[in-house]
């Protein structure tokens, strides 16, 4: 009898363990950054003039939102997105997807970065929307390559320290742009099925990308069994119609 108490604490610690690692899975993204516009806990938001994907449960209050409800967007905060001029409507779009997802999303938690509590490491980007956004920017101007360090910054906000240039000399193409506009923000992923879009597909890859930390997709069954799965096939189908769509914004920019 002595020796079943070991084996029944084995057990209720074994317990504990799969209840504790259940609970981490169903609560990923349950929780905000500290930044200095982040709420404490997601939740909704219904009066949110820009970054409506997240309306429902937003990291963010909706006021943080009317800055980035204009066009052209001047100023967010203290940051001045126009020191080489305003940019683009296309261009702006995909500035503004980025700044949304780190302020409002629920999702940005999952890939807390380790060294602070208020910033995001290597988050899983798709190449598909990093082409896009280089696309989207290519002619507008810009004078700094990483928008988190290279700005000069007196009581004024952020100030150029070079000259302005476009995009398409800056940055090489969209790999370039995603892995240091933003410094080691995002990791750029080439299989549209293992990375974020920054749109509503990216809810069920979300929940994916969390419950498979850690894995590797390099096998030919694993990337079958993943090319399988209903939201893998909507992304798919889902692709050509968003070529179609940012040619069309193309030939209005």
């Not at 820009?50 to 909706?62: E, G, P």
């Not at 507008?140 to 952020?158: A, K, P, Y």
Request: hydrophobic share 30%.
């Amino acid at each position: 009898m002595t020796g079943s108490k070991p084996v029944a604490m084995m057990i209720t610690i074994l317990g504990i363990s799969i209840a504790t690692l259940t609970l981490a899975i169903q609560c990923s993204g349950d929780r905000c950054l500290s930044g200095l516009n982040h709420k404490a806990m997601p939740g909704p938001e219904p009066g949110m003039r820009a970054c409506k994907l997240y309306s429902q449960s937003s990291c963010c209050f909706s006021n943080y939102t009317e800055e980035l409800a204009v066009t052209p967007v001047t100023k967010v905060q203290n940051t001045y997105w126009n020191r080489c001029g305003n940019l683009s409507s296309r261009c702006e779009e995909y500035m503004k997807k980025i700044d949304c997802f780190y302020h409002c999303s629920p999702h940005a938690f999952n890939w807390i970065n380790p060294n602070n509590s208020y910033s995001i490491l290597a988050v899983p980007i798709c190449q598909g929307f990093c082409d896009d956004w280089f696309a989207a920017c290519r002619d507008d101007l810009t004078c700094t390559r990483n928008w988190l360090s290279d700005w000069e910054w007196d009581d004024q906000g952020n100030n150029c320290r070079s000259e302005c240039i476009p995009f398409h000399q800056m940055y090489k193409d969209g790999k370039d742009l995603c892995g240091n506009m933003w410094g080691t923000t995002f990791n750029v992923i080439s299989c549209p099925c293992h990375c974020l879009m920054m749109d509503d597909d990216d809810n069920n890859m979300v929940e994916y990308l969390v419950r498979h930390r850690g894995t590797s997709i390099s096998t030919e069954a694993k990337h079958a069994e993943l090319m399988k799965a209903p939201f893998c096939q909507k992304r798919h189908k889902n692709l050509p119609d968003r070529k179609e769509k940012e040619k069309e914004k193309k030939g209005t920019k």
